[in-house]
């Protein structure tokens, strides 16, 4: 499995308006954890793309803080 984050100041579907942020390290083995900071060039809309192939289960978790 491998996460990433995109950012962008529209919330539409073109993938053009999306910047990469950050993306998580690739996790290949069960009871993994992978973690990734972002501290600066996030924009007003944040989203993720996970890609995996060959899992039956991923289970994950965004937190966040916007001031």
């Known amino acids: ?6 950012t962008s100041m529209c919330n539409d579907d073109d ?5 990469l942020l950050g993306s ?3 996790v290949t083995a ?5 973690a990734l ?3 600066s060039g996030m924009l007003r809309y944040v989203r993720w793309k996970i890609e995996h ?14 001031w």
């Open 1 to 6: 499995m491998t996460g990433k984050l995109y």
């Open 15 to 19: 993938g053009d308006v999306w910047a």
């Open 24 to 26: 998580f390290a690739a």
């Open 30 to 34: 069960s009871n993994t954890t992978a």
């Open 37 to 39: 900071s972002v501290s």
């Open 53 to 66: 192939s060959n899992m039956t289960l991923i289970s994950f978790e965004i937190l966040g803080v916007a």
